[in-house]
């Protein structure tokens, strides 16, 4: 595959996390090695993502899906091997990530935009857009420490989404605010899948796979068990229905 046709490339990816089972005392952190088991979450996976694409990933609770996502998107990092992307991305986990509890919601805005690529002009041109999806009020401009748990997470919401991104990372469980929130978001996310845009998405309501998605992720202990298209979420209901 050309790499200029490209958003996704990974490298022999592992992620592998310390298990503690005890707490240990300060005599023992001097004296002896605590006890510690390792956790292989991503076992050395290979991945290329096409530019325009849209990836469903699926797989039972613990294989690795979200840390998959969370890879790519660099929230976290790979113990070995290498991930490359091309474009914008904007991830759509850990929504409130970033936010400083002093600032104002507008202050997080640019900071937050910043990060995201967006310079403090198109920030500045895009922030009615935010605030009117956002529909916080006059939390606007308040501290963030004022917010809610929900307000917070609509606002990053807001802000990924005005971002334009050319790769989206979507994880089922984003819930963002009430009903009404709820509808404009998932409005937003089914114009994106319209689009040109690369889309991964990990999802266990294998109808949305279905209908969003062409290319299809097996996953399972860290690993991707199978790749292919729609008659995969056959194969994997069939197989955790036995």
Not at 46 to 74: A, D, F, M, Q, R
Not at 88 to 96: A, G, Q, R
Not at 196 to 218: A, D, F, G, M, P
Request: neutral net charge; charged residues 25%.
């Amino acid at each position: 595959m050309k790499q200029n046709n490209l958003a996704v490339k990974l490298v022999n990816i592992s992620k592998i996390y310390q298990l503690h089972h005890e707490k240990p005392t300060l005599v023992e952190n001097i004296f002896r090695k605590n006890s510690r088991e390792k956790f292989v979450a991503i076992d050395n996976i290979n991945l290329e993502i096409e530019k325009g694409e849209k990836v469903g990933i699926i797989g039972p609770n613990g294989s690795g899906k979200t840390t998959l996502l969370k890879l790519i998107s660099g929230i976290a990092t790979p113990n070995q091997g290498k991930v490359q992307t091309w474009g914008k991305l904007v991830s759509l986990i850990d929504l409130s990530a970033g936010f400083h509890p002093e600032l104002t919601g507008i202050e997080n805005v640019y900071q937050n935009a910043m990060l995201l690529g967006m310079n403090r002009k198109e920030t500045g041109n895009k922030l009615k857009e935010i605030a009117d999806f956002a529909d916080i009020g006059g939390f606007f401009d308040a501290p963030m420490y004022t917010y809610s748990d929900g307000m917070k997470l609509r606002l990053g919401f807001s802000v990924a989404i005005a971002a334009e991104p050319d790769v989206l990372i979507l994880d089922e469980g984003v819930a963002v605010g009430d009903e009404n929130f709820q509808k404009k978001s998932s409005d937003k996310i089914e114009e994106f899948f319209r689009q040109k845009k690369t889309i991964i998405v990990v999802s266990h309501w294998l109808e949305y796979i279905k209908r969003n998605c062409k290319r299809i992720i097996w996953m399972s202990e860290g690993k991707i068990l199978e790749e292919g298209g729609l008659s995969l979420t056959k194969k994997y209901e069939d197989e955790f229905s036995k």
